[in-house]
């Protein structure tokens, strides 16, 4: 019977993940997770699935099969529900909640998007060791001991010595019985991550923008949480300065002013030299903008900068150009032509820059997929 429930379930959960990955894209647009960063489980709204249900024999005769048919009034009180507002006669649709880890999300994520795995780079790992409880032993101290166990061992040697009493079953364990879990050392080495994160907040960056930015970011950790055990973000704001803030004021700030790209990346540079060796950390750096910088000098700057200080250095720099409402710059045009060669050399640091475009929520999905497409 248990094995029975156990290949239903695991049957229901296979129709469940398929439900979410068939609508991926519209969660992803509809930007409902937002409120559950941090979680390792959350709550996914599924339509059309019939919840599993016991079905019972011929229900023909019993209680409630009276005199009376179907939307008769009762207590013989015609009238009721007949007016205006009366409640309508259509079946509604099926909403179910499931919880889903936020790793069963990532993994159906890289299955839609055809994400490869991603390799760490460099031979640091961290490896912790943990005490795993996977198995029995008949000695061991008080407090690990095992009760269902220790009754299962009791129940089948009163049964096999005649001394079970279904009238009175009472199971008294002797000392042969006791079971106590058991524990093994388990070794798992742990790759270290280090995410930056840089945003444009001159004034051409709305709210909209910067909406668009939290939800990509959210699903950026994800993927990146799901390949690293020890992941780290960080978050920098800028417009002709850059600076180092925390997360709730990376996705409030706005100010007015210009914008100068050159330096958030010299900032990354900085927080990078103090904190994160690159012989120990796997660094990504994401850069969201809508494009307008000061002047195709800072553009030149920037492209030097990234070719000589920030790539040899880092697994995927990163770049986003959010449609704001007025209009889009080029820097993702100068990212694209400085760096075509890694197209053509994936082997190489230009390899390494990723640049997107995002209009609109409908577009994060594709923006995903063109960032992480190389799976570094």
């Not at 997770?33 to 979680?39: A, D, P, Q, V």
């Amino acid at each position: 019977m248990v094995n029975k429930i156990e290949q239903d379930h695991a049957r229901f959960r296979s129709i469940v993940k398929g439900a979410i990955r068939r609508d991926l894209r519209r969660f992803i647009a509809k930007g409902g997770f937002l409120g559950k960063e941090g979680r390792k489980v959350v709550a996914v709204p599924i339509h059309d699935i019939d919840i599993p249900t016991f079905r019972y024999g011929d229900n023909s005769a019993g209680v409630g099969m009276g005199e009376g048919g179907e939307g008769d009034a009762v207590g013989g009180q015609p009238g009721q529900g007949n007016g205006p507002g009366s409640g309508g006669d259509q079946a509604g649709r099926h909403v179910l909640e499931v919880d889903v880890q936020l790793d069963e999300l990532a993994d159906m994520l890289a299955e839609e998007l055809k994400l490869p795995r991603i390799q760490p780079r460099g031979a640091h790992n961290i490896t912790t060791v943990k005490d795993k409880y996977s198995g029995v032993r008949p000695v061991g101290p008080a407090s690990l001991r095992h009760f269902k166990r220790t009754y299962r061992e009791a129940l089948k040697r009163q049964v096999s010595m005649g001394q079970y009493d279904p009238a009175n079953p009472v199971i008294i364990p002797v000392k042969n019985d006791l079971r106590f879990r058991s524990w093994n050392e388990v070794r798992k080495p742990q790759s270290a991550a280090a995410v930056l994160y840089m945003m444009d907040v001159s004034g051409s960056m709305g709210d909209e923008q910067k909406t668009l930015v939290r939800m990509q970011a959210f699903w950026m950790d994800t993927w990146l949480r799901r390949n690293y055990q020890g992941l780290e973000s960080r978050y920098i704001v800028h417009d002709v300065t850059a600076r180092e803030v925390d997360r709730a004021t990376f996705f409030s700030m706005r100010e007015d002013g210009g914008t100068r790209i050159s330096s958030a990346l010299q900032c990354a540079a900085e927080v990078i030299d103090a904190h994160y060796d690159p012989a120990d950390w796997n660094i990504y750096l994401f850069h969201f903008s809508d494009g307008d910088n000061s002047s195709d000098a800072d553009n030149r700057l920037c492209c030097q900068m990234l070719r000589q200080t920030l790539l040899p250095r880092v697994n995927l720099f990163g770049y986003t150009q959010v449609k704001s409402m007025y209009g889009s710059g080029q820097f993702h045009a100068v990212l694209t032509e400085a760096f075509a060669s890694g197209a053509a050399s994936p082997d190489s640091d230009d390899a390494k820059v990723a640049a997107v475009t995002v209009g609109g929520r409908e577009e994060i999905y594709d923006a995903l997929k063109g960032l992480f497409r190389a799976g570094r």
